[in-house]
């Protein structure tokens, strides 16, 4: 009997034991969590990992891209011939930046606060850039800007490296 049980429980679909004690109904995720080893890049998998965490399945899909759709204007007839184009395109194991921020923005909901890069130079120095760091640097007025300027012309140096003092 014990054997029996075994067997009953072994044989469980992990998706089905999803049902149990649940009001909604049950959605194929479009990605589950041995899809993340099959993306080449890390744009695809945090793609996928939002998908995820956010439980996309295929009908939940549906729905948030006839909601894009709707939101763009998108010609109907378009969006039915690009709504196959654009689940076969989440399926590859590579995707564009481009595609990612229509995921996540578009798909999904999300706006883009900050992108952080972690990459490697040819010496295998770690390299952290941020879009916070680089708005940073963004003159905000035309007096920022000038002073800027100012302390460029201010370092320059002649050919024989004295300083120069340059006004206008």
Do not use: H, W
Request: hydrophobic share 35%; net charge negative; glycine share 4%.
């Amino acid at each position: 009997m014990a054997e029996d049980l075994i067997d009953l429980l072994k044989s469980i679909n992990p998706a089905e034991a999803k049902l149990i004690g649940s009001s909604e109904p049950y959605d194929d995720p479009i990605f589950t969590k041995e899809d993340l080893a099959t993306a080449k890049d890390k744009l695809t998998l945090l793609a996928r990992y939002l998908l995820i965490q956010e439980k996309v399945g295929f009908k939940k899909y549906n729905e948030l891209y006839d909601k894009y759709v709707a939101e763009f204007g998108i010609d109907p007839v378009k969006a039915n011939r690009d709504r196959g184009n654009y689940r076969k395109t989440l399926r590859q194991p590579s995707m564009t930046y481009k595609f990612f921020t229509n995921v996540i923005m578009n798909l999904l909901g999300y706006s883009v606060v900050e992108l952080e890069l972690k990459v490697k130079d040819k010496d295998g120095k770690l390299i952290t850039l941020s879009s916070l760091t680089a708005e940073d640097e963004i003159p905000r007025n035309l007096d920022d800007q000038l002073s800027k300027v100012d302390q460029i012309l201010m370092n320059v140096k002649t050919n024989n490296g004295e300083d120069v003092e340059l006004s206008a």
